[in-house]
């Protein structure tokens, strides 16, 4: 799983939204807060081996951030990232806005 990614200031947005499971993973995140690979791979339908690699790309442009407690990791936006938590805050606008 070797990858060159670009840093986060200079990610292309179309990099962000380039799939349907990044897409996922993300809107998952901004709407539910902290979880674990297992419930996301549970709540997207996807594989384990697409959500890592997902999750992969968002830790290496700093919008995910990983905090391990033994052998299970907990995922969650990295609100210290100004993009990361505009991305986060358009995510909720947006589902809120679907809802009324």
Do not use: P
């Amino acid at each position: 799983m070797l990858m060159t990614i670009k840093s986060s200031k200079y990610v292309d947005i179309e990099d962000i939204f380039s799939s349907r499971g990044k897409t996922k993973i993300i809107k998952l995140l901004a709407l539910r807060g902290e979880l674990n690979i297992s419930k996301i791979v549970e709540l997207t339908g996807l594989n384990h081996f697409s959500v890592k690699t997902h999750l992969f790309f968002f830790r290496e442009i700093d919008f995910v951030q990983e905090k391990k407690f033994g052998r299970i990791k907990i995922y969650r936006f990295k609100t210290e990232n100004l993009k990361a938590k505009a991305l986060e805050n358009l995510i909720k606008f947006w589902e809120f806005d679907n809802e009324v």
